[in-house]
């Protein structure tokens, strides 16, 4: 553990300038969530009327009922709360897959999220927007299909002294632009302590794991509880890769064998086969030995025929480890 702060402490070290901390810390803007108060009945209500015209309108979409579509996704735009990381986790998945259909296929539903994109990347250039308009900027830029202008200010401020607190604000959608660049060696500085995260989630499926086994309907609970699983299991698997790719061969190796402990099941390993997966087709080594190590529910080593790097494999399901992973918050029992 202690090395990975100081990997991360040798990359963010470098001389910088604190222009872009004024800019990011403006008007208070320094983590609004953890600002945020409790909710209105009002506001509850609001946020529950604009998931109901989400589902709505993502299924004209999907029948490619554009005309129709177009006016609702500007309106959910314009009117859904934006203020928590949860009311933008809700417009990311949205807006980057309903949105982004919608958007190449009207010219001026194109013009309107191109417009809101200008407005917010005036104030990223100038070192001026706050964390909730950078996040904002992420989401447009991806239903744009911009991923140019994300890794070029990644990389403008990954030196700079605010940056840890920017990327750990970002890390949902900087993660998923990183990944779709090949650019796995970066992940570290976004996740900054993935062997400590990987700890916490994995916390987190052993306690609904055996909640769903002591509940009367052990099998029903446990399907119910399988996308929140799966998710868990996602951010596992990419903190995973993060640490293979920044070289912390023997953190990644004793985290695999804490996974394979704590998470025996066969959802788990396939996670992580698919997500490393991903580094060799990127031509990142997975280990020393140029391998990877996967274990099996019975705790056996997989893996010792996985492809060199360099070599295509591309088995992996990549649209799931690009589905933008997340920080975790720990809560009482991980604390």
Do not use: C
């Amino acid at each position: 553990m202690l090395r990975t702060n100081r990997v991360l402490r040798r990359r963010l070290a470098r001389p910088g300038v604190l222009l872009i901390a004024v800019a990011l810390l403006i008007g208070g803007a320094a983590a609004p969530d953890a600002q945020a108060q409790l909710p209105t009945r009002a506001e509850r209500e609001h946020r529950r009327e604009i998931a109901q015209r989400i589902e709505a309108v993502s299924q004209l979409v999907r029948e490619e009922r554009y005309e129709e579509a177009t006016p609702e996704i500007r309106a959910i735009w314009e009117e859904s709360p934006k203020e928590t990381a949860t009311d933008r986790l809700l417009l990311a998945d949205f807006f980057g897959v309903a949105a982004f259909s919608a958007a190449r296929e009207d010219a001026d539903l194109r013009q309107f999220f191109q417009q809101e994109f200008d407005r917010l990347d005036d104030k990223v250039q100038n070192d001026r927007a706050t964390f909730l308009e950078l996040d904002l900027w992420l989401i447009l830029a991806h239903i744009l299909g911009d991923g140019t202008s994300p890794i070029e200010w990644f990389d403008r401020i990954k030196d700079f002294e605010i940056a840890p607190q920017a990327f750990g604000y970002l890390s949902n959608r900087l993660s998923k632009v990183l990944i779709q660049r090949s650019r796995f060696d970066d992940l570290i500085v976004v996740y900054q302590l993935p062997q400590e995260q990987i700890e916490i989630y994995l916390k987190r499926i052993r306690r609904i794991v055996a909640e769903a086994s002591q509940s009367a309907d052990p099998e029903a609970a446990l399907a119910k509880a399988a996308p929140q699983l799966q998710m868990l299991r996602r951010e596992v698997s990419l903190r995973l890769i993060a640490l293979e790719a920044a070289g912390l061969h023997d953190q990644a190796n004793e985290s695999s064998q804490l996974i394979s402990r704590v998470d025996p099941s066969e959802e788990m390993a396939a996670q992580v086969t698919s997500a490393l997966s991903l580094l060799q087709s990127a031509g990142v080594a997975a280990t020393r030995e140029g391998r990877v190590r996967v274990f099996t529910p019975d705790g056996r080593e997989i893996g010792r025929d996985a492809p060199n790097p360099g070599e295509s494999d591309t088995t992996g399901d990549a649209r799931d480890a690009e589905a933008g992973p997340r920080q975790p918050e720990p809560d009482e029992e991980d604390r």
